[in-house]
């Protein structure tokens, strides 16, 4: 659910008119629902209810730190792939102690930010990792706690782009791989083993998947335990998808998914973290967007929007589907019509959708993306010199600026011209 509807025949994010925010704000704009961020993360903290656990928000998602700090006060963790986001957690007064860091790539000046300024946990992804991660640690008089991420050889059935948990995927170790590199880590005089860390990709919409994988994580759980290692914490990623058109079935509810953790791994005794972004922040958050003209193609028409791929590159990169509707909702009797809906970038990838049904529409309407809090704002860039599209978030009748729009000079004086020029 979401708290972007219609009422008396206008898009209201919770109780503001959105057409008075773009009035305020202009278009394009990414526009977050306080509400809907709290609902989400309090399904899945109530579908974990049944055991201990801590559910870490994928910052990767959306990382505006009035995000973060709406559910960290809320009592969210912080799932971060980055020293950028460990920083943006913390400036968000996110204890480090609900902060695990993931991420393949992890380098010695992140890792010794992390440990100098507090982490629950890292999720090793590799044996060099791992001994990089142990020198530093020693080197910092510390012991830092680890899971080890492994790969569980699972199709998570989702796009290419996004699965993660495959054998040829550069994510984890393999599980065969598991116990020998669990007996590596235990030597290593760095580390303290906690635990296992699992994660085997974005937008799932079945939980076979899940099960498969979360079978081989209690499986290994026993054969580490009787290894000798201590075996107290479970990371089983996130990954749960949301439908992103409304026509589409609906993917399984996290109190299903939560029943599904119970069933598999709750026997283990072990503490559950999970790790979702886009269930959380997706459906929290809309695209607004303004008609710039109305085009009539060769046996086609054009909707040219304000926004563009570099606002909201899902379309462009995973053929991704958001649902587009006019902010001033159409009358019952509108007849729909095909639009091919584009963006004012000089690139033919710059196509939010083909020949999609639309009520007509003129110059100057607006119109909203939704599904579109994660994987938007985040991934925004600014190609063609497009400023950065603004966040603003609402809180009941209430709205505010989150980022700014960065002006042409602002944009433009980061760079320097050298002195022989």
């Not at 809907?36 to 959306?62: I, N």
């Not at 054998?167 to 393999?174: A, D, Q, Y």
């Amino acid at each position: 659910m979401d708290h972007f509807l219609y009422r008396d025949g206008r898009l209201m994010a919770e109780d503001v008119d959105v057409a008075e925010i773009a009035a305020s704000v202009g278009t394009p704009f990414y526009l977050y629902s306080t509400a809907t961020l709290l609902r989400h993360y309090q399904l899945f903290d109530e579908a974990l209810s049944w055991g201990p656990h801590l559910v870490c928000y994928a910052m990767k998602a959306a990382s505006n730190q009035a995000i973060l700090k709406t559910l960290g006060d809320a009592g969210a963790g912080m799932d971060v792939v980055s020293g950028g986001e460990y920083a943006r957690a913390k400036a968000a007064g996110v204890p480090g102690d609900r902060i695990v860091f993931s991420g393949v790539g992890k380098t010695e000046e992140e890792i010794r930010l992390a440990l100098e300024g507090g982490i629950r946990q890292f999720n090793v992804e590799s044996e060099p990792e791992m001994r990089v991660l142990s020198q530093v640690a020693e080197s910092l008089g510390v012991l830092a706690p680890i899971t080890i991420r492994v790969n569980p050889d699972v199709d998570a059935k989702t796009h290419a782009k996004i699965a993660t948990g495959k054998s040829e995927n550069k994510f984890g170790i393999p599980i065969a791989k598991a116990r020998a590199v669990y007996a590596e880590a235990a030597r290593l005089r760095g580390l303290k083993v906690i635990g296992i860390d699992v994660h085997i990709g974005s937008q799932l919409t079945q939980l076979e998947p899940f099960e498969l994988a979360y079978q081989k994580v209690a499986e290994l759980t026993e054969q580490l335990r009787a290894d000798g290692h201590e075996i107290s914490r479970l990371d089983l990623g996130g990954g749960l998808g949301i439908p992103y058109a409304r026509s589409n079935e609906a993917p399984p509810l996290p109190t299903d998914y939560g029943a599904l953790v119970q069933r598999t791994v709750g026997h283990l005794g072990c503490e559950i973290e999970i790790e979702p972004g886009r269930l959380i922040a997706g459906n929290a958050g809309i695209l607004v967007s303004r008609v710039i003209y109305v085009k009539e193609g060769e046996g086609r028409k054009f909707l040219i929007l304000d926004g563009a791929m570099n606002d909201l590159i899902r379309p462009a990169m995973y053929d991704a589907h958001h649902e587009i509707v006019p902010v001033v909702e159409a009358a019952a009797a509108a007849e729909l019509s095909p639009y091919d809906i584009v963006g004012p970038v000089c690139e033919s990838g710059d196509t939010f959708a083909k020949g999609r049904l639309m009520p007509p529409l003129s110059d100057g309407d607006l119109v909203a993306f939704r599904s579109a809090g994660a994987y938007g704002a985040v991934m925004a860039s600014e190609y063609n010199t497009r400023p950065l599209v603004p966040e603003v978030m609402v809180n009941g009748d209430q709205f505010a600026v989150i980022r700014q729009r960065p002006t042409f000079d602002e944009i433009i004086n980061r760079d320097t011209i050298p002195e022989w020029l």
